[in-house]
Protein backbone atom coordinates (compact mmCIF):
# COMPACT_ATOMS: atom_id res chain seq x y z
CA UNK A 1 0.00 0.00 0.00
CA UNK A 2 1.39 3.36 -0.98
CA UNK A 3 0.65 6.48 0.69
CA UNK A 4 -1.31 9.35 -1.46
CA UNK A 5 1.07 11.36 -1.78
CA UNK A 6 3.58 8.88 -3.19
CA UNK A 7 1.10 6.93 -5.42
CA UNK A 8 2.35 9.12 -8.16
CA UNK A 9 5.49 7.47 -7.86
CA UNK A 10 6.06 3.85 -9.26
CA UNK A 11 7.94 1.37 -7.20
CA UNK A 12 11.56 1.78 -8.59
CA UNK A 13 11.11 5.79 -8.08
CA UNK A 14 10.13 5.10 -4.55
CA UNK A 15 12.73 3.36 -4.02
CA UNK A 16 15.13 5.43 -5.17
CA UNK A 17 13.41 7.95 -3.07
CA UNK A 18 14.27 5.99 0.29
CA UNK A 19 17.80 5.68 -1.04
CA UNK A 20 18.10 9.29 -1.30
CA UNK A 21 16.65 10.55 1.95
CA UNK A 22 18.77 7.94 4.17
CA UNK A 23 21.59 9.08 2.23
CA UNK A 24 20.40 12.56 3.43
CA UNK A 25 19.85 14.44 0.17
CA UNK A 26 18.64 17.54 0.67
CA UNK A 27 14.83 17.89 0.00
CA UNK A 28 15.56 20.85 -2.78
CA UNK A 29 17.07 18.04 -5.03
CA UNK A 30 14.13 15.45 -4.19
CA UNK A 31 11.45 18.18 -4.83
CA UNK A 32 12.07 16.68 -8.77
CA UNK A 33 9.60 13.94 -8.02
CA UNK A 34 6.76 15.83 -6.72
CA UNK A 35 6.73 14.74 -3.68
CA UNK A 36 4.78 16.77 -0.19
CA UNK A 37 6.64 16.28 3.15
CA UNK A 38 6.90 17.30 6.30
CA UNK A 39 10.00 18.26 8.38
CA UNK A 40 11.20 15.67 10.59
CA UNK A 41 11.59 17.29 14.31
Request: glycine share 0%; no cysteine.
Given at each position: ???????H????????????????????????L?V??????
Amino acid sequence: MTHKDLSHLTEEQIKDLIKRYYNYEKIAQLEELNVMYLPIV
